[in-house]
């Protein structure tokens, strides 16, 4: 049987990637001539609100969304008799709040712009729920490949859809400020740091293929 967890290299690799989304959430994306216009990834999707990118600037808070939900999935390979499953679980939890909004903006009239993050913290906790009920009903193999096959498709959709946003407003921003605006390394760390996950997961996958294939062949 393929082993539940990867190897050193590669948990090193995931503990890794999830630390670069984590601080990369909370490092600056749009560097900016100063202080007053450097922003931080938790901070860049109100102040952009105005350059018309619409709900698509919701997606400037989808980091801590994928990073919860990958937290989730990987509990699916320790089942539920486990401690760190639910803490890991309650650490998911209070990661996608980070995407909450004011409580003012959820009852004034703009609110359903809003609401697309409330949706996504909600989706967290279904995930939670999904994952007790799919340990306590589902066998380890199968649970095995979706975890690997949803950490690929969290990782991708992390890296891609925040920084194709963040392309989306470069030209306006340098517009607005005079002046060329780079790459922040906030922005840069989430984008590694998913792709490093979604990396060590087809990777995964690629060996349970590889083992699956080769074991009918050592039986015959």
């Not at 959820?106 to 939670?128: C, D, F, K, N, S």
Request: proline share 5%.
């Amino acid at each position: 049987m393929v082993k539940i967890m990867p190897g050193r290299q590669g948990q090193t690799i995931l503990q890794v990637g999830l630390t670069a989304v984590f601080v990369g959430y909370l490092m600056v994306w749009l560097p900016g001539p100063g202080a007053g216009l450097s922003f931080l990834g938790i901070e860049l999707g109100e102040w952009v609100k105005f350059m018309g990118v619409g709900l698509e600037r919701n997606l400037f808070y989808l980091p801590p969304i994928t990073l919860a939900l990958m937290l989730v999935m990987l509990t699916l390979l320790w089942g539920n008799g486990r401690w760190q499953s639910w803490a890991m679980r309650g650490l998911a939890l209070l990661i996608s709040w980070q995407a909450f909004p004011a409580i003012e903006d959820i009852t004034g009239p703009t609110r359903h712009e809003y609401m697309p993050r409330v949706q996504w913290i909600g989706l967290v906790l279904l995930a939670v729920v999904a994952a007790v009920v799919l340990c306590w009903l589902v066998k380890i193999e199968t649970r095995q490949w979706l975890c690997w096959l949803l950490l690929t498709l969290l990782g991708l959709i992390g890296a891609v859809l925040p920084t194709r946003v963040y392309l989306q407003i470069q030209p306006n921003v340098a517009q607005l400020v005079g002046m060329s605006v780079g790459y922040g390394w906030g922005l840069i760390l989430n984008g590694v740091g998913h792709l490093l996950i979604a990396g060590v997961s087809v990777w995964q996958i690629v060996q349970m293929v590889g083992k699956k294939r080769s074991t009918p062949a050592r039986q015959h």
